[in-house]
């Protein structure tokens, strides 16, 4: 009998409706995917480099599934690399360029190819310098090199001057096994490649971090400014309310692609920061609204009178007893931001306001995409960026709808 009378805490009774909803958790599995994406970066991209930026022009706009032998060239310039922390967020610049090949051979101390797709008669290059970091300018440390290679050949010994101006000594076959373990790399392109001849999987990756971003600092500026508006003058009321409840029916008439693109002529600039600004100040006004509304009820409740017989301080009533009564609906209201911000966010790409390459984002990847729409093998170019905008807005709605029933007392679950 006494398990009949159990007591069940309201967030016992929110956790396990919210538990039930099967939309809603497939909504948050997806969200957590994206945010491992986010965190992993480069660590789980194939592509590792910077912005996911390492491409080569004669494989633009491959197809799903593309596979191609890949030659490595060693640069010649000393190449700052990051620490591992930061190359996770960062990426970490390579030691090489990349060419795509058909096929390759080495004779001597020369490296024989073709490049991918052109019928054309062989390419050669040195296998020194494919292979190892070779001081490129004038060094004077080696005699018999009126050429400036800076390297010398005496039989199957190499002697040359590496970048950090240090001669070096190995052999021609130690070249070339370094050659074909380390300059040789077959590559698959699982979702094609796009103009430039980048890795689509990696970009979209680098993307879903901007996303995420944009969404979660533009939420919190909407969030800081709507609770504390909407509360202000919805406790306060009078010519405070009016005010304010003047000035946010202002802004909500405006569209919030036209405040945006005023917002960044203002800023006169471009770039993810205005991004972040931009898309917060746009979204502030729904929170305020609910706050306001429901703020003006709660406090003629008799627990908010009986906090005024005490003495406490108007701040104090508003944040320690009037805004945990109405966390339900804030977090609602957030996830749907969360999902706008998204949108809008894609649309400032898309349209040159947002993030500049070569930064990575959904919206200029399908702004990419549309500019060569129609022409062969680009269907992908925007059909994968548009899934991935589709597909994360949609599981915060569906987080949001779950949310809000999980959060309305006549749910049962």
């Not at 592509?47 to 060693?74: C, H, S, W, Y």
């Not at 070779?134 to 001057?161: A, E, M, P």
Request: with cysteine; net charge positive; charged share 15%.
């Amino acid at each position: 009998m006494a398990s009949e009378f159990e007591h069940i805490s309201p967030s016992s009774q929110i956790r396990k409706r919210l538990l039930n909803h099967k939309p809603a958790m497939f909504g948050l599995f997806v969200i957590l995917f994206a945010v491992f994406v986010a965190i992993a970066g480069h660590t789980i991209m194939p592509d590792k480099t910077p912005n996911a930026n390492d491409g080569a022009v004669q494989i633009g706009k491959k197809l799903p599934v593309f596979e191609t032998k890949m030659l490595k060239f060693r640069k010649r310039i000393a190449t700052e690399h990051t620490g591992f922390f930061e190359s996770i967020y960062y990426g970490d610049e390579t030691d090489y360029t990349i060419t795509p090949i058909d096929t390759f051979r080495i004779v001597g101390d020369t490296v024989f190819y073709k490049k991918y797709g052109r019928k054309q008669k062989e390419l050669s290059y040195s296998l020194i310098y494919a292979t190892v970091p070779v001081f490129s300018g004038f060094s004077g440390l080696l005699s018999d090199d009126s050429l400036n290679y800076n390297y010398q050949i005496k039989g199957d010994t190499v002697r040359y001057v590496d970048i950090q101006k240090r001669i070096k000594t190995t052999t021609l076959f130690e070249l070339s096994e370094e050659f074909q373990k380390n300059n040789i790399e077959n590559r698959t392109y699982w979702l094609g490649t796009d103009r430039s001849g980048r890795d689509i999987l990696s970009r979209l990756m680098y993307g879903t971090r901007i996303s995420l971003m944009i969404g979660g600092i533009a939420v919190l500026i909407s969030l800081a400014l709507g609770v504390t508006l909407g509360a202000i003058s919805g406790y306060f009321g009078g010519w405070i309310d009016n005010v304010i409840h003047w000035f946010m029916t202002v802004v909500w008439s405006i569209p919030s692609i036209m405040l945006i693109i005023a917002i960044t002529i203002v800023l006169q600039s471009k770039g993810i920061w205005v991004a972040f600004v931009a898309v917060g100040l746009t979204m502030w006004v729904e929170i305020a609204r609910i706050v306001r509304g429901k703020i003006k009820t709660i406090k003629r409740k008799p627990f908010i009178e009986a906090t005024h017989a005490f003495g406490m301080s108007h701040w104090r009533i508003i944040f320690r007893h009037i805004l945990p009564n109405m966390l339900g609906e804030i977090v609602v209201v957030t996830t749907s931001n969360f999902a706008a911000a998204i949108l809008i966010e894609a649309g400032l790409s898309f349209l040159g306001l947002g993030v500049q390459p070569p930064t990575p984002s959904w919206g200029m990847m399908v702004s990419e995409g549309y500019a060569v729409i129609g022409t062969s093998n680009s269907w992908h170019l925007i059909v994968f960026p548009s899934l991935c905008i589709s597909i994360l807005v949609l599981a915060f709605n569906l987080l949001g709808n779950g949310l809000r029933d999980a959060y309305d007392p006549n749910t049962r679950g």
